[in-house]
């Protein structure tokens, strides 16, 4: 009998990484320009920067990327050099990118709940591209798969657990038309990345 025949592993080559991060990022900085300028935000590290954007005088921007800053160390020790740079420059764009866009579109009336669905559907695809060139955003994701591994904490309940405190924390800073609005939205971003990230369907 004939065995199937699996196709070489083709990896992906520095140009094709390099407009990857590029081209993933754009993407979810547009969609956090959206969520900024609708007064939504979502979960996880993006929206810890959001509280403390929406709190206190300090840009998204520089909230994001520090906040990310003591995460390295965990990606370095767990995921290796090559992510962790790939990582903290997804980081670093997103984080001028974000602020970047309101220098050459602003939307005057923009709806809460559209902005939500559509910011993060735009910020899913982001991440897609991002994950499939084996980068991320870094943050809460990066101490969930670390926790996972030493302690044996599920990545996905610590993952749940920040999130619900920070549309919580929320509370405090948006009102709750704009929550439920940035609820929706951050289920439909892990609807995309549930259908679309399976490692074992793409290994370039």
């Keep these: 009998m004939a065995q199937a025949i699996t196709p070489p592993d083709v990896r992906h080559s520095v140009l094709e990484d390099v407009l990857a991060v590029l081209i993933g990022t754009l993407m979810v900085s547009f ?18 920067a959001f509280l403390l954007h929406y709190a206190w005088p300090v840009s998204f921007g520089t909230a994001f990327f520090v906040i990310n800053l003591p995460f390295y160390y965990l990606a370095v020790r767990r995921m290796g050099w090559a992510f962790t740079l790939k990582t903290f420059c997804a980081v670093a764009l997103v984080s001028v990118f974000t602020d970047l866009h309101g220098r050459f579109i602003h939307i005057d009336q923009l709806q809460p709940v559209y902005a939500a669905l559509f910011g993060n559907l735009i910020m899913g695809l982001g991440f897609i591209v991002l994950f499939r060139h084996k980068a991320s ?60 990230h399976r490692p074992h369907r793409y290994s370039a």
């Design 31 to 48: 969609g956090l320009m959206l969520l900024r300028q609708a007064g939504a935000l979502t979960g996880s590290t993006a929206g810890v």
């Design 137 to 196: 955003l870094g943050g809460v994701n990066i101490l969930a798969l670390y926790l996972q591994e030493r302690l044996g904490i599920r990545a996905g309940k610590l993952q749940m657990v920040v999130d619900v405190c920070v549309l919580l924390a929320a509370l405090y800073v948006v009102s709750l038309q704009v929550l439920l609005a940035s609820i929706g939205g951050a289920l439909v971003l892990n609807l995309i990345i549930a259908m679309n």
